[in-house]
């Protein structure tokens, strides 16, 4: 038996994999990296699709300066520029999403953090969806503190999102206005108040393979089971506009080996879904297991429906409640 077969056989009976271990993966093709990786996903995780949905709450003018992102104040005007939608646009759309049969429904604010003008507006949108719609809730509201967060877990939301992108190496050169650490302490007040955390990253933005698997096993010990695995769609006027995309092969080896590193994860497709074949198909046959379906913040995903007849030809079983 090779090394890679043994090593798979242990993860499917519940071995940890090591950093040296992870790096020694990336030796391998991707295409036996992905077939391990579905069969580690099947054991461990069964044929059960997670579904969810996001809206841009509120978008634009933020003050960091994420290389990234199109909704920087720091670069030209590209992305739309609106305040906190009023609660009947949330509860609108969370209920058009809940009818579609999407299992969580989050909504995204720009900005480090949500002011307290905008959180004490928020915390009622949040009940209202909780009790008139019933579907599942995440935020996704920047470096809030714990405090904001208990706050959050009263008004019904169960799940805090905040990527952390990339790993502590490479994080500085990626964002100057607020750290890496920054981040692992916003999902550790979630953590410490009872919400669940889903945190992943963007692929492509010149890090190495190392940096990705560096990011994984951070997120590994912060328990993360919720994993968005974002592929960079270079936006004009932001600083990586003129970066090369990374290539599709690529892609699904580092969500390959995510999957040796995270066994029983939700490894979530979310922005730059575009950039990979049939929307993602021959990641959800390696090892992904998860989608934000809809639009995104500032690009198009794929449709609701168009998603539900990708999965049905896959043979997974799409979620409906928690």
């Not at 090394?3 to 499917?12: E, H, Q, R, Y």
């Not at 981040?183 to 919400?195: D, H, S, Y």
Request: with cysteine.
């Amino acid at each position: 038996m090779d090394w890679l077969t043994a090593i798979k056989d242990k993860v499917l009976e519940g071995y940890k994999v090591t950093k040296d271990e992870a790096m020694k993966l990336m030796q391998y093709p991707q295409p036996i990296l992905s077939q391990y990786a579905d069969e580690i996903r099947l054991k461990h995780c069964g044929n059960s699709f997670d579904m969810c949905a996001i809206i841009n709450g509120k978008s634009g003018a933020c003050s960091q300066d994420c290389k990234y992102c199109a909704q920087s104040a720091h670069y030209k005007g590209i992305a739309e520029v609106y305040p906190l939608q009023e609660a009947a646009t949330f509860l609108r759309d969370a209920k058009e999403h809940k009818d579609e049969g999407v299992l969580r429904y989050s909504i995204v604010t720009s900005g480090k953090r949500l002011n307290q003008k905008d959180m004490e507006a928020i915390i009622p949108i949040y009940e209202q969806i909780h009790t008139k719609v019933g579907i599942s809730l995440c935020a996704s509201h920047g470096l809030l503190g714990e405090e904001d967060m208990k706050k959050l877990k009263a008004s019904g939301v169960r799940r805090y999102h905040n990527n952390l992108e990339t790993s502590r190496r490479y994080f500085p050169f990626i964002c100057s206005t607020h750290t890496y650490e920054d981040k692992l302490e916003t999902l550790q007040a979630a953590k410490r108040v009872g919400l669940e955390v889903c945190s992943g990253g963007l692929f492509g933005m010149g890090e190495t393979l190392e940096d990705r698997i560096d990011m994984a096993f951070d997120l590994r010990a912060l328990e993360v089971k919720s994993i968005p695995i974002n592929v960079l769609v270079p936006i004009p006027g932001t600083p990586l506009e003129g970066i090369r995309p990374i290539a599709e092969e690529e892609v699904l080896k580092t969500i390959a080996i995510y999957r040796f590193i995270h066994p029983d994860a939700k490894i979530r497709l979310a922005g730059g879904r575009s950039q990979l074949t049939d929307a993602g198909r021959y990641a959800f046959k390696g090892g992904a297991n998860a989608t934000i379906s809809g639009n995104l913040l500032t690009t198009c995903g794929n449709t609701i429906q168009d998603d539900f007849k990708l999965l049905e030809g896959l043979e997974y079983e799409v979620k409906l409640d928690e």
